[in-house]
């Protein structure tokens, strides 16, 4: 995230709300881009809510809804960033003993342990990363459907306005 840029409820919505009132789509880019900065899965979750509360403004149809992932791809995430965080906690929890007792893990099994955690934590944040690749992927995605959909509509709409004089001429 970019120093300084703090992604909150308040900040996106208001950018949100900016970007629709001047008939621009609430894109994930768009929005990161006026807030100058954040990482695509900490704006999310915020602009799908916003998107929940504006069901009403056509602008906010752009920002998937979270089921609207490939299941696959949401299961896949899902279990390998779960299982990383399993690991990451299983072996923070055998490092720090209960309370009261003294931790009976020889020096050598606690180096190998504090390794394991070191990679869990790597693994986690390469989950992480991809994460937000794969947020990206989709918010460009969205942004080069909506692109369409308005070249569609342009299309229709000049269709509509040619045809009944195309008609008149061929009659």
């Not at 001047?22 to 994930?28: E, V």
């Not at 934590?121 to 991809?130: F, W």
Request: aromatic content about 4%.
């Amino acid at each position: 995230m970019a120093k300084g840029v703090l992604v909150t409820a308040d900040n996106v919505y208001a950018v949100a709300d900016r970007l629709a009132q001047h008939g621009r789509a609430p894109t994930l880019r768009a929005v990161r881009r006026e807030l100058g900065g954040g990482s695509f899965g900490s704006i999310l979750p915020f602009l799908q809510n916003w998107r929940r509360s504006n069901a009403d403004c056509e602008a906010a149809e752009v920002v998937p809804a979270e089921s609207e992932m490939d299941p696959r791809l949401a299961g896949a995430l899902d279990r390998l960033f779960s299982a990383a965080s399993d690991v990451a906690e299983a072996i923070q929890e055998s490092l720090t003993p209960a309370s009261g007792q003294k931790a009976d893990i020889s020096p050598e099994v606690r180096q190998e342990l504090l390794a394991l955690q070191k990679i869990a934590m790597e693994q986690i944040g390469k989950l992480r990363h991809e994460r937000d690749d794969l947020h990206n992927q989709l918010s460009e995605a969205q942004e080069e459907l909506e692109e369409l959909r308005a070249w569609r509509q342009r299309a229709v709409q000049h269709m509509r306005k040619v045809t009944p004089t195309l008609v008149k001429k061929s009659a």
